[in-house]
Protein backbone atom coordinates (compact mmCIF):
# COMPACT_ATOMS: atom_id res chain seq x y z
CA UNK A 1 0.00 0.00 0.00
CA UNK A 2 2.66 2.33 0.40
CA UNK A 3 4.24 1.61 -2.84
CA UNK A 4 1.17 2.27 -4.42
CA UNK A 5 0.24 5.63 -2.48
CA UNK A 6 3.85 6.60 -3.17
CA UNK A 7 3.69 6.02 -6.73
CA UNK A 8 -0.29 7.78 -7.05
CA UNK A 9 1.64 10.75 -5.18
CA UNK A 10 4.07 10.48 -8.14
CA UNK A 11 1.55 10.47 -10.81
CA UNK A 12 2.66 7.09 -12.27
CA UNK A 13 -0.53 5.28 -11.15
CA UNK A 14 -4.00 6.99 -10.58
CA UNK A 15 -6.83 5.47 -7.85
CA UNK A 16 -9.86 5.70 -8.82
CA UNK A 17 -13.37 6.72 -6.69
CA UNK A 18 -13.95 3.26 -7.37
CA UNK A 19 -10.26 2.22 -5.35
CA UNK A 20 -8.99 0.81 -7.82
CA UNK A 21 -5.68 1.59 -10.01
CA UNK A 22 -4.68 2.82 -13.86
CA UNK A 23 -1.79 4.10 -15.30
CA UNK A 24 -1.06 7.67 -14.20
CA UNK A 25 -0.71 11.21 -15.54
CA UNK A 26 2.74 11.38 -15.12
CA UNK A 27 3.91 8.10 -16.73
CA UNK A 28 0.81 8.02 -19.72
CA UNK A 29 1.90 11.77 -20.49
CA UNK A 30 5.43 9.99 -21.60
CA UNK A 31 3.85 7.35 -23.00
CA UNK A 32 0.77 8.45 -25.06
CA UNK A 33 0.22 11.99 -26.45
CA UNK A 34 -3.32 10.87 -26.77
CA UNK A 35 -6.19 8.27 -25.13
CA UNK A 36 -8.58 6.17 -25.97
CA UNK A 37 -11.81 6.46 -24.37
CA UNK A 38 -11.61 3.18 -22.79
CA UNK A 39 -8.74 4.01 -21.02
CA UNK A 40 -10.24 7.21 -19.81
CA UNK A 41 -13.52 5.50 -19.21
CA UNK A 42 -11.83 3.21 -16.43
CA UNK A 43 -11.31 6.40 -14.34
CA UNK A 44 -15.07 8.02 -15.45
CA UNK A 45 -16.98 5.03 -14.75
CA UNK A 46 -16.77 4.94 -11.10
CA UNK A 47 -17.02 8.52 -10.43
CA UNK A 48 -20.37 7.89 -12.49
CA UNK A 49 -21.54 5.12 -10.41
CA UNK A 50 -20.86 6.82 -7.55
CA UNK A 51 -22.94 9.75 -8.42
CA UNK A 52 -25.87 7.59 -10.00
CA UNK A 53 -26.73 6.16 -6.37
CA UNK A 54 -25.69 9.11 -4.36
CA UNK A 55 -28.25 10.77 -6.19
CA UNK A 56 -30.46 8.00 -7.37
CA UNK A 57 -30.34 9.72 -10.86
CA UNK A 58 -29.18 8.11 -14.22
CA UNK A 59 -25.56 9.51 -15.31
CA UNK A 60 -24.65 9.45 -18.95
CA UNK A 61 -20.87 10.32 -20.18
CA UNK A 62 -21.52 11.79 -24.05
CA UNK A 63 -19.10 13.49 -26.27
CA UNK A 64 -19.33 15.95 -29.21
CA UNK A 65 -18.56 14.16 -33.02
CA UNK A 66 -19.00 16.31 -35.72
CA UNK A 67 -22.35 17.86 -35.34
CA UNK A 68 -23.63 15.30 -33.30
CA UNK A 69 -23.29 14.19 -29.43
CA UNK A 70 -23.15 10.62 -28.72
CA UNK A 71 -24.15 9.18 -25.53
CA UNK A 72 -21.91 6.24 -24.99
CA UNK A 73 -22.11 5.64 -21.16
CA UNK A 74 -24.12 5.28 -18.60
CA UNK A 75 -24.71 4.68 -14.58
CA UNK A 76 -27.86 3.97 -13.41
CA UNK A 77 -29.00 3.86 -9.94
CA UNK A 78 -31.50 0.46 -8.68
CA UNK A 79 -34.37 2.42 -9.00
CA UNK A 80 -33.13 3.68 -12.31
CA UNK A 81 -31.98 0.23 -14.08
CA UNK A 82 -35.10 0.19 -16.25
CA UNK A 83 -34.39 3.72 -17.76
CA UNK A 84 -31.04 2.50 -18.88
CA UNK A 85 -30.11 0.95 -22.33
CA UNK A 86 -26.68 -0.71 -23.38
CA UNK A 87 -27.36 1.38 -27.03
CA UNK A 88 -25.44 4.49 -28.09
CA UNK A 89 -28.20 7.41 -28.56
CA UNK A 90 -27.13 10.05 -30.89
CA UNK A 91 -28.62 13.49 -30.73
CA UNK A 92 -28.09 15.86 -33.34
CA UNK A 93 -25.87 19.18 -31.57
CA UNK A 94 -28.02 21.93 -33.65
CA UNK A 95 -28.46 25.41 -31.56
CA UNK A 96 -29.78 25.67 -28.69
CA UNK A 97 -28.54 21.77 -28.42
CA UNK A 98 -24.75 21.09 -26.97
CA UNK A 99 -24.35 24.29 -25.25
CA UNK A 100 -21.69 23.13 -23.43
CA UNK A 101 -19.37 22.25 -25.86
CA UNK A 102 -19.64 25.45 -27.86
CA UNK A 103 -19.64 27.67 -24.49
CA UNK A 104 -15.55 28.02 -24.73
CA UNK A 105 -15.25 28.88 -28.38
CA UNK A 106 -14.60 32.19 -29.74
CA UNK A 107 -17.38 34.33 -31.19
CA UNK A 108 -16.83 32.95 -34.84
CA UNK A 109 -17.73 29.74 -33.94
CA UNK A 110 -20.27 30.16 -31.80
CA UNK A 111 -22.08 32.56 -34.62
CA UNK A 112 -21.71 29.62 -36.68
CA UNK A 113 -23.12 26.84 -34.07
CA UNK A 114 -26.00 29.51 -33.53
CA UNK A 115 -26.65 29.65 -37.33
CA UNK A 116 -26.83 26.35 -37.65
CA UNK A 117 -30.12 26.10 -35.33
CA UNK A 118 -33.06 24.52 -37.24
CA UNK A 119 -35.50 25.94 -37.13
CA UNK A 120 -33.77 29.25 -36.73
CA UNK A 121 -33.38 31.10 -33.21
CA UNK A 122 -35.51 33.98 -32.82
CA UNK A 123 -33.43 37.39 -31.62
CA UNK A 124 -34.69 36.69 -28.06
CA UNK A 125 -34.04 32.99 -27.94
CA UNK A 126 -30.68 33.65 -29.39
CA UNK A 127 -30.15 36.13 -26.95
CA UNK A 128 -30.95 33.58 -23.57
CA UNK A 129 -29.06 31.27 -25.63
CA UNK A 130 -25.82 33.50 -25.17
CA UNK A 131 -27.10 34.19 -21.68
CA UNK A 132 -26.87 30.64 -21.32
CA UNK A 133 -23.22 30.00 -22.80
CA UNK A 134 -21.81 33.10 -20.11
CA UNK A 135 -23.69 30.92 -16.83
CA UNK A 136 -21.94 27.97 -18.30
CA UNK A 137 -18.61 29.54 -18.60
CA UNK A 138 -19.19 31.39 -15.32
CA UNK A 139 -20.15 28.02 -12.95
CA UNK A 140 -18.66 24.94 -15.46
CA UNK A 141 -22.05 23.20 -14.90
CA UNK A 142 -25.49 23.84 -16.46
CA UNK A 143 -29.17 23.25 -15.44
CA UNK A 144 -32.02 21.93 -17.33
CA UNK A 145 -35.98 22.45 -15.95
CA UNK A 146 -38.90 20.66 -17.54
CA UNK A 147 -41.62 22.57 -18.89
CA UNK A 148 -43.89 19.97 -17.70
CA UNK A 149 -44.53 18.79 -14.07
CA UNK A 150 -42.94 15.90 -13.04
CA UNK A 151 -45.98 14.01 -11.82
CA UNK A 152 -45.10 10.08 -11.25
CA UNK A 153 -41.96 8.11 -12.40
CA UNK A 154 -43.68 7.12 -15.45
CA UNK A 155 -44.40 10.95 -16.72
CA UNK A 156 -40.48 11.52 -15.83
CA UNK A 157 -39.44 8.51 -18.11
CA UNK A 158 -41.81 9.66 -20.90
CA UNK A 159 -39.66 12.98 -20.94
CA UNK A 160 -36.81 11.33 -21.55
CA UNK A 161 -35.32 12.57 -24.74
CA UNK A 162 -37.67 15.10 -25.40
CA UNK A 163 -36.17 18.51 -25.43
CA UNK A 164 -39.26 20.41 -26.83
CA UNK A 165 -40.20 19.79 -22.69
CA UNK A 166 -37.17 21.06 -21.36
CA UNK A 167 -35.87 24.31 -20.92
CA UNK A 168 -32.05 24.94 -20.73
CA UNK A 169 -29.69 26.74 -18.29
CA UNK A 170 -31.67 28.26 -15.16
CA UNK A 171 -29.17 31.35 -14.85
CA UNK A 172 -29.69 31.34 -10.96
CA UNK A 173 -30.81 28.20 -8.04
CA UNK A 174 -32.71 29.56 -5.23
CA UNK A 175 -31.75 27.14 -2.30
CA UNK A 176 -35.61 27.25 -1.33
CA UNK A 177 -36.90 26.85 -4.92
CA UNK A 178 -38.43 23.43 -5.81
CA UNK A 179 -37.67 22.67 -9.76
CA UNK A 180 -38.62 20.20 -12.08
CA UNK A 181 -35.32 19.51 -12.85
CA UNK A 182 -34.59 17.55 -16.09
CA UNK A 183 -30.70 17.73 -16.12
CA UNK A 184 -27.69 18.96 -14.02
CA UNK A 185 -24.03 18.38 -16.72
CA UNK A 186 -20.72 19.66 -16.48
CA UNK A 187 -17.77 19.48 -18.87
CA UNK A 188 -14.67 17.09 -18.15
CA UNK A 189 -11.54 19.70 -19.74
CA UNK A 190 -8.85 17.97 -21.41
CA UNK A 191 -6.91 21.86 -20.78
CA UNK A 192 -8.14 24.60 -19.83
CA UNK A 193 -10.96 26.02 -22.40
CA UNK A 194 -11.31 22.50 -24.18
CA UNK A 195 -14.11 20.23 -23.63
CA UNK A 196 -13.08 16.43 -23.73
CA UNK A 197 -16.38 15.37 -22.77
CA UNK A 198 -19.74 15.58 -20.21
CA UNK A 199 -21.23 14.18 -17.50
CA UNK A 200 -24.97 14.90 -17.20
CA UNK A 201 -27.34 13.35 -14.09
CA UNK A 202 -30.76 12.92 -15.27
CA UNK A 203 -33.77 10.55 -14.51
CA UNK A 204 -34.95 12.91 -11.60
CA UNK A 205 -38.97 11.65 -11.00
CA UNK A 206 -39.93 14.50 -8.59
CA UNK A 207 -39.64 18.33 -8.04
CA UNK A 208 -36.27 19.15 -6.59
CA UNK A 209 -34.93 21.89 -4.01
CA UNK A 210 -32.57 24.37 -5.18
CA UNK A 211 -30.39 23.27 -2.35
CA UNK A 212 -29.82 19.87 -3.44
CA UNK A 213 -29.59 20.86 -7.03
CA UNK A 214 -26.66 22.97 -5.89
CA UNK A 215 -24.91 20.12 -3.88
CA UNK A 216 -25.45 18.09 -6.83
CA UNK A 217 -23.77 19.93 -9.49
CA UNK A 218 -20.93 20.42 -6.57
CA UNK A 219 -20.27 17.17 -6.73
CA UNK A 220 -20.45 16.50 -10.45
CA UNK A 221 -18.27 19.66 -11.35
CA UNK A 222 -15.58 18.08 -8.56
CA UNK A 223 -15.91 14.79 -10.56
CA UNK A 224 -15.36 16.25 -13.72
CA UNK A 225 -11.94 17.89 -12.30
CA UNK A 226 -10.42 14.75 -11.03
CA UNK A 227 -10.70 12.98 -14.50
CA UNK A 228 -9.84 16.04 -16.44
CA UNK A 229 -6.15 15.89 -13.73
CA UNK A 230 -5.98 12.52 -15.51
CA UNK A 231 -6.49 13.37 -18.90
CA UNK A 232 -3.84 15.94 -18.46
CA UNK A 233 -3.93 17.83 -21.69
CA UNK A 234 -3.82 14.70 -23.80
CA UNK A 235 -6.44 14.35 -26.75
CA UNK A 236 -8.90 12.11 -26.96
CA UNK A 237 -9.11 9.39 -29.64
Known sequence: HSLLASLAEAGYVYRTVGKTYVLGPALARIAQASLSPALVMQVARPEMRVLADEF??????????????????????????????????????????????????????????????????????EAALRDSLRVMREREYGVGVRTLPLKSPKAARELQNRPEFTADEVAAIDPRKQYQLAFVTAPVFARPGTVAFGLSLAGFVAPVPGKTIEAMAERLRAACDRIGEFIAGRKLL
Not at 67 to 89: F, K, M, Q
Not at 95 to 115: K, L, N, R, T
Request: charged letters at 15%.
Open 56 to 125: DVVCSAYRLIGDEIHIYERAAALSHVNWNTSETLTVAANAPVGGMFHAWQDEAEIAAWIAGACPPLKAAA
